[in-house]
């Protein structure tokens, strides 16, 4: 299968778009001047054209028809189960065949439009493009796309959502980071709290749904209360589908880190941190949707749940919170070094002994010792 040329695909995706086609749709970033992110630094912005993107969807359906055949002469009756995807990756396949294959393996059922804020195409770019994967790959049930609030508050009608509704937009995935004007300003968001309610409130009219990215951390010690609280705030008003944590740390390389030389900014430690998300959490009011903790930085994956029922979540958080200082470093450890991904995990007294004796030695070399340890470790996770 050597005949078909490669497509293009951008540097990131959320978390919950793992198992999607990733199709770049435009190039980088046209903001990125936000203090905490580093994905598309000495990068320009592009849009690509047209025809490109229609020319490679095309491409891709040509290389889903020709893994089907090749599935069908082997005995696989159209599918590609795990035995035929580990032939595919031992195989004389080229990195498009295998992605693509990676992807039907997965079940084919989503999309995701790259780069970070793909929703400022006009419309009728972003239907041709939509109507395209429509009638390519008809078993796909979901379409997201990043999209910047200010871009939907200030340059997206009402009619051009729902219009990307009608052509299977399900879904925009927003970097809300915070709800704090103040906060906002610190990081260069480049977005107010008014551009997340207008953004929010006009995509879930729009009926397509809302998954809002809050950043515990990034109002440092300093602004942790009004980070949580304009979050829950914001938040309330929008009632998004998804609020998805994903947990701040920030890397030299990070425009912030000079903020925390500097001392404009204190970062919270991970105990302050989850207390934060307590505050956010019991703040926010008639919210119907979802809390998720998909990204590996949050401490408690074990945080998530319906909104509706904010009491079980809260009472994860103060499990936590309850427990003697000594058991949270041993959990945080535990959880950072890949013992621990639920707080009951603990309860298996073979590992707490290994996580126990590895916390011993990490405390023993010094009094930062331990928060040193699990930034190493986060920072290699970005
Ligand atoms: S808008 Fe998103 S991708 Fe762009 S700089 Fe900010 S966080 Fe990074």
């Not at 047209?50 to 696989?76: P, Q």
């Not at 390519?136 to 939907?152: A, D, L």
């Not at 906002?184 to 809002?212: Q, V």
């Not at 309860?347 to 930062?368: C, F, H, I, M, R």
């Amino acid at each position: 299968m050597k005949d078909i040329k490669c497509f293009e695909q951008g540097p990131i995706r959320p978390p919950s778009e793992a198992y999607s086609l990733l199709l770049r749709i435009t190039r980088n970033c046209p903001w990125n001047k936000c203090e905490f992110c580093h994905t598309y630094k000495n990068t320009k912005f592009s849009r690509r054209p047209l025809k490109d993107i229609l020319d490679e969807i095309n491409t891709i359906s040509e290389i889903k028809d020709k893994i089907t055949a090749l599935s069908m002469e082997n005995g696989y009756k159209g599918e590609v189960p795990l035995q035929f995807i580990r032939q595919i990756y031992a195989g004389d396949f080229t990195e498009a065949e295998r992605s693509i294959g990676a992807w039907l393996y997965a079940s084919a059922k989503s999309v995701f439009l790259q780069d970070a804020n793909s929703i400022m195409l006009p419309n009728n770019e972003l239907v041709a493009i939509l109507n395209l994967i429509r009638e390519k790959f008809p078993k796909v049930e979901r379409i997201t796309t990043y999209g910047r609030s200010k871009t939907i508050a200030k340059r997206k009608s009402f009619e051009e959502l729902k219009e990307l509704k009608k052509a299977s937009l399900n879904r925009i995935h927003i970097g809300f980071e915070s709800g704090s004007d103040a906060v906002l300003k610190l990081i260069n968001k480049g977005t107010s709290a008014k551009d997340h309610i207008d953004a929010g409130k006009k995509i879930k009219a729009a009926s397509i749904e809302l998954s809002e990215y809050y950043m515990p951390g990034l109002g440092g010690r300093r602004l942790l209360k009004e980070h949580a609280l304009e979050s829950a705030r914001v938040l309330s008003e929008i009632n998004p589908d998804f609020i998805r944590l994903r947990t701040l740390v920030v890397l030299p390389m990070m425009s912030l880190f000079k903020k925390i030389e500097s001392g404009e900014m204190e970062l919270a430690n991970e105990v302050e941190v989850i207390k934060e998300i307590r505050i956010l959490i019991e703040n926010l009011n008639e919210c119907t949707g979802r809390i998720v903790s998909d990204h590996m930085l949050n401490l408690l994956p074990e945080l998530e749940g319906p909104l509706t029922d904010k009491q079980r979540l809260l009472d994860i958080l103060d499990r936590f919170l309850s427990l003697d200082e000594h058991v949270q470093q041993h959990f945080r450890l535990g959880k950072r070094a890949g013992a621990y991904e639920r707080l009951d995990d603990m309860n298996d007294a073979e590992t707490y002994k290994k996580v126990e004796a590895a916390l011993q030695n990490v405390l023993s070399t010094g009094p930062n010792a331990l928060d040193n340890a699990i930034y190493e470790i986060a920072n290699s996770f970005i």
